[in-house]
């Protein structure tokens, strides 16, 4: 048995973070292991970006000659974070094992030396992109740089986009740390290129984690927590609404018979509805995912909300996203045969897309070759003696 730390995205109130955090725990509890969560949050914001009022941000503006700048942005604090978070907070604290919130890299060079760990494995989800982690070396485990008999594994690390986006200097540090990795997999194929051509390191493509469980691993975590059945039969998840997707929802709602509901907060939290935080807090993971267990179809424009579409054989759609990463969804996608399901906008959906059938006997025959491949990934790089890096 080895004690392993897990890195990834924070913890917070995103669905497929939490799942593919518990899934990944989870798989590596079935082979043996102890694994760790690391809670490596971001920075917190700043007193100014918290509090300023649009007033101050305005007057600080004139005040410093930039008339031209954007007012502050809204930014949550933590109080107002736990507030909205609170329902999958439980979740975590219920199933994932994990440390202390950490809020720098000093911190977590502390919690490797307290906790002695055998391996570190990072991942999954977009925990490459910079974007989505200021603290980028922090992922190539730059914390335990030059520290020995330790292994380093990847699993379905994203870079989310299939472009390489890393500057200059950042990018001989990750290279740099990336060879020291003794195994590195990734979540697209995309991924594989960029590791070859920019990081000087062979990857392989493996599945996202919450892939590797069965629909029977999640549908018992409802049962467990009582969730009650969904309000309607037509489930949507859709991070970025907007009008047009409003109305293809109404499209394939009404060419199917079926009620939209959505397993969202009421409102999104913003500087104008700060006010009204009860109505911004996030439902359950359990209720999430008792959507997916009632659905007769999905209709999402996230990541996870395709995945787990595919996971419980329900029919779907999903719209692109470019802004978050379209190559997450043109990978996965191909990976069962399903890359029709995907749009870029609704002059995209037909009538014959939305009734026609999906070959569930040949997706759930892929996703069990694949699956394999993946957890054999980590058996066997886990089992490994080898503790040298990946070298060129």
Same mark, same amino acid.
């Given at each position: 048995?080895?004690?392993?730390?897990?890195? &990834?995205?924070?913890?917070? =109130?995103?669905?497929?973070?939490?799942?593919?955090? %518990?899934?990944?725990?989870?798989?590596?509890?079935?082979?043996?292991?102890?694994?760790?969560?690391?809670?490596?949050?971001? !920075?917190?914001?700043?007193?100014?970006?918290?509090?300023?009022?649009?007033?101050?941000?305005?007057?600080?503006?004139?005040?410093?000659? #930039? #008339?031209?700048?954007?007012?502050?942005?809204?930014?949550?604090?933590?109080?107002?974070?736990?507030?909205? @978070?609170?329902?999958?907070?439980?979740?975590?604290?219920?199933?994932?094992?994990?440390?202390?919130?950490?809020?720098?890299?000093?911190?977590?060079?502390?919690?490797?030396?307290?906790?002695?760990?055998?391996?570190?494995?990072? $991942?999954?989800?977009?925990?490459?992109?910079?974007?989505?982690?200021?603290?980028?070396?922090?992922?190539?485990?730059?914390?335990?740089?030059?520290?020995?008999?330790?292994?380093?594994?990847?699993?379905?690390?994203?870079? $989310?986009?299939?472009?390489?986006?890393?500057?200059?200097?950042?990018?001989?540090?990750?290279? +740099?740390?990336?060879?020291?990795?003794?195994? /590195?997999?990734?979540?697209?194929? !995309?991924?594989?290129?960029?590791?070859?051509?920019?990081?000087?390191?062979?990857?392989? =493509?493996?599945?996202?984690? *919450?892939?590797?469980?069965?629909?029977?691993? %999640?549908?018992?975590?409802?049962?467990?927590?009582?969730?009650?059945?969904?309000?309607?039969?037509?489930? &949507?998840?859709?991070?970025?609404?907007?009008?047009?997707?409003?109305?293809? /929802?109404?499209?394939?709602?009404?060419?199917? $018979?079926?009620?939209?509901? @959505?397993?969202?907060?009421?409102? #999104?939290?913003?500087?104008? *509805?700060?006010?009204?935080?009860?109505?911004?807090?996030?439902?359950?993971? *359990?209720?999430?995912? +008792?959507? =997916?267990?009632?659905?007769?179809?999905?209709?999402?424009?996230?990541?996870?909300?395709?995945?787990?579409?595919?996971?419980?054989?329900?029919?779907?759609?999903?719209?692109?996203?470019?802004?978050?990463?379209?190559?997450?969804?043109? !990978?996965?996608?191909?990976?069962?045969?399903?890359?029709?399901?995907? /749009?870029?906008? @609704?002059?995209?959906?037909?009538?014959?897309?939305?009734?026609?059938?999906?070959?569930?006997?040949?997706?759930?025959?892929?996703?069990?070759?694949?699956?394999?491949?993946?957890?054999?990934?980590?058996?066997?790089?886990?089992?490994?003696?080898?503790? !040298?890096?990946?070298?060129?």
């Amino acid at each position: 048995m080895m004690k392993i730390a897990i890195l &990834t995205q924070p913890l917070g =109130h995103n669905y497929g973070g939490l799942l593919q955090a %518990y899934a990944l725990q989870t798989m590596l509890k079935r082979l043996g292991h102890d694994p760790l969560v690391l809670d490596r949050k971001h !920075s917190q914001p700043s007193c100014l970006r918290k509090y300023l009022s649009p007033v101050k941000s305005c007057a600080l503006k004139y005040a410093m000659g #930039k #008339k031209d700048i954007e007012v502050l942005p809204f930014r949550p604090s933590t109080e107002q974070m736990d507030a909205i @978070s609170k329902e999958t907070s439980k979740f975590v604290r219920q199933h994932i094992k994990k440390t202390a919130k950490i809020y720098s890299t000093s911190e977590l060079k502390r919690e490797a030396i307290k906790q002695n760990f055998d391996a570190y494995i990072v $991942g999954s989800d977009q925990v490459w992109r910079q974007e989505y982690s200021p603290c980028i070396t922090n992922y190539f485990l730059d914390f335990i740089d030059g520290v020995p008999a330790t292994k380093r594994i990847a699993y379905a690390a994203s870079f $989310g986009v299939d472009f390489w986006h890393f500057k200059p200097q950042t990018m001989r540090e990750c290279k +740099r740390l990336a060879q020291q990795f003794n195994a /590195i997999s990734v979540r697209e194929d !995309s991924g594989v290129d960029l590791c070859r051509q920019h990081l000087g390191v062979q990857a392989v =493509h493996v599945l996202d984690p *919450t892939l590797l469980l069965d629909p029977d691993d %999640y549908r018992a975590l409802v049962l467990e927590n009582n969730e009650p059945e969904s309000a309607g039969d037509l489930m &949507t998840y859709i991070l970025d609404p907007c009008s047009e997707k409003t109305a293809l /929802i109404q499209q394939i709602s009404s060419a199917l $018979g079926l009620r939209p509901f @959505s397993v969202m907060p009421d409102i #999104k939290l913003t500087r104008d *509805t700060q006010n009204r935080i009860e109505q911004c807090v996030f439902p359950p993971v *359990t209720q999430w995912l +008792r959507g =997916h267990m009632d659905a007769r179809f999905v209709i999402a424009d996230s990541f996870h909300g395709c995945v787990f579409a595919i996971l419980f054989n329900i029919p779907f759609i999903v719209i692109g996203n470019k802004k978050r990463g379209l190559a997450r969804f043109v !990978s996965l996608l191909q990976q069962f045969d399903l890359n029709n399901r995907l /749009i870029g906008s @609704s002059t995209e959906l037909t009538d014959e897309l939305i009734h026609q059938k999906i070959d569930w006997d040949l997706v759930n025959q892929n996703r069990s070759i694949l699956k394999n491949f993946s957890i054999n990934f980590l058996r066997i790089n886990l089992n490994s003696s080898d503790i !040298s890096g990946t070298g060129r």
